[in-house]
């Protein structure tokens, strides 16, 4: 089950298509407060996260710091976190890592993406 989260409309819209192409269970949200809420709703169902970093209110960094601290105090299995930037300059990419996110891409995601290795930074 993948979780994928963005504010920009357009985004959120890009990410359903992307995903309905691969055949994937998903569910969108629009804020890193949703993000966590639907991440702790679905406790070791998500093994996938699609994290947009600026987020207004909880960024993507502090999201996904909150979904690792849920995780280790869960016991569960920590999910693929993958940040979701237009903004790929290594200080954002440290940043993500940093926060706990496995990988950094650029929007729009390309499916392709998503299952190659989980190398830092793809653009």
């Excluded at 890009?14 to 994937?24: D, E, H, N, R, Y």
């Excluded at 947009?52 to 280790?72: C, H, M, Q």
Aim: negative net charge; charged residues 20%.
């Amino acid at each position: 089950f993948t979780l994928a989260c963005d504010d920009d409309k357009f985004c959120q819209k890009s990410l359903q298509i992307m995903l309905k192409s691969l055949g994937a269970e998903f569910e969108v949200v629009g804020s890193g407060e949703d993000a966590v809420s639907a991440y702790s709703k679905n406790a070791g169902k998500i093994s996938l996260v699609l994290m947009d970093i600026n987020l207004p209110g909880i960024s993507g960094y502090d999201a996904t710091k909150a979904i690792r601290k849920f995780e280790a105090s869960q016991g569960i299995t920590p999910a693929n976190i993958i940040g979701l930037t237009g903004d790929n300059d290594q200080d954002t990419i440290n940043a993500a890592l940093a926060s706990g996110m496995n990988k950094v891409i650029s929007k729009p995601p390309k499916n392709c993406l998503l299952y190659t290795s989980p190398s830092p930074r793809d653009s």
